[in-house]
């Protein structure tokens, strides 16, 4: 990942914004009793783009409110429709893949803010209104302190990798229905992270070990916090610190990691109890699809 490098003090503050930020939208569905407010995946923008100043992410600001918003609209809106779950999931990564080529930019977030509505089953419009406050803060926040300074704005997007996305993507679903576990046919934060990976120049079976491992212990680590303690407040503080030390232990800067612990606000409980092994499983399979993906195109290249 690209990161500007940050002074001590600067690093510090820029951590403890995006925790305040983070837990204000913890304390904000707490206070109106509405899990659908806690959003995983902002969550993880917000330490992607205050802490880690991720530039991929921020190359057009206005995008990290247009794109999240539109597919979280478009998965909402999806979700609302009497067919199958997995046509749902199918059909909303088509609509993103879509989006994504039709403006010549990609945003990995938006991928899970738009599989986030269907896999939680969201109906409440809170949902679509907590998407468009907080995308639109964040991106407030990135111009008013020019966090993206720098930043070339010129964007394109790669065909065969969004093809080998789909395909990958589309095979698992298929795997998860005959192995009787469609409710996994995505889960979100692994979603994006496998996007990610496909657009890295070097990718080693040791990076796919790490994020396996890192990604899974922070699915593990949020659900036993979430299924035993009453307060999500504490929840919330629990899940970044701890989510913050495990990405020191493994010297990762993986913002999916930060989506995971909040998953567990807002998966039915039935989901949320098989989250940690499914996460293997999946990042298993499809970490697995991406190296080898790099291996074919190595080889056609050689």
Partial sequence: MNNTILSTKIAGLSYLGAFVFIMAMVATATYFGDAEIVLPEVAAMAVALL???EASWMKQPEKIFLFPSLTAIMGFGINMLPIA???KIGLVLIGMLLLMLVYRYNLAPALATGFLPIVTNAHNTSFVISILVTTFLLMLLVVLFKLNKGVARSSSVDRRIMLAYAVIMLVWMIISWSLGHP???VIPPIAVVVYESLHM???TVKMAVKQ???LSLAAGIGVILFLNLSSWSLV?????WLMFMLLRLFKMHVPAVYAFPFLAFVLPKEVLVDLPWATVVVSFFSFGAVLVFKKYRAIKKG
């Fill in 51 to 53: 802490a880690f100043r």
């Fill in 85 to 87: 779950y997995l046509s």
């Fill in 183 to 185: 409710q996994f046919a």
């Fill in 201 to 203: 120049k070097m990718y």
């Fill in 212 to 214: 396996t491992a890192v």
């Fill in 236 to 240: 919330g503080l629990l899940d970044l």
